[in-house]
Nanobody, 123 residues
Framework: QVQLVESGGGSVQAGGSLRLSCAASGRTFSSYLMGWFRQTPGKEREFVGWLRGTGVTVYADSVKGRFTISRDNAKNTVYLQMNSLKPEDTAIYYC?????????????????WGQGTQVTVSS
């Protein structure tokens, strides 16, 4: 069992930065695929990026070059650094984890989820 807790959300002006954290507890998560997703009211949960235990990352085109996912295995924490934020980045952001069998952009493939943290970007 893995428990995930996000933090670091808030309000920022366009062009600003935020760093989200996702603290994991329970089983060692270094071998898990860690994903970030976001969701706005009335829309489906959207893939943001994932990070493999090897350090390989993949990002959605909408955030590529602006967002970076990293992890600190000693702290069992994954981070989402968000730079050059835009109003369209406004959403609730979720971290998720799955035992790595294959990488995935689909929310339904992830087993564990955090509670979400709100990010609001004003113009």
């Amino acid at each position: 069992q893995v428990q995930l807790v996000e933090s670091g959300g808030g309000s920022v002006q366009a062009g600003g930065s935020l760093r989200l954290s996702c603290a994991a507890s329970g089983r060692t998560f270094s071998s898990y695929l860690m994903g970030w997703f976001r969701q706005t009211p009335g829309k489906e949960r959207e893939f943001v990026g994932w990070l493999r235990g090897t350090g390989v990352t993949v990002y959605a085109d909408s955030v590529k070059g602006r967002f970076t996912i990293s992890r600190d295995n000693a702290k069992n924490t994954v981070y989402l650094q968000m730079n050059s934020l835009k109003p369209e980045d406004t959403a609730i952001y979720y971290c998720a984890a799955k035992e790595f069998a294959f990488p995935s952009r689909r929310p339904n493939d992830y087993t564990y989820w955090g509670q979400g943290t709100q990010v609001t970007v004003s113009s």
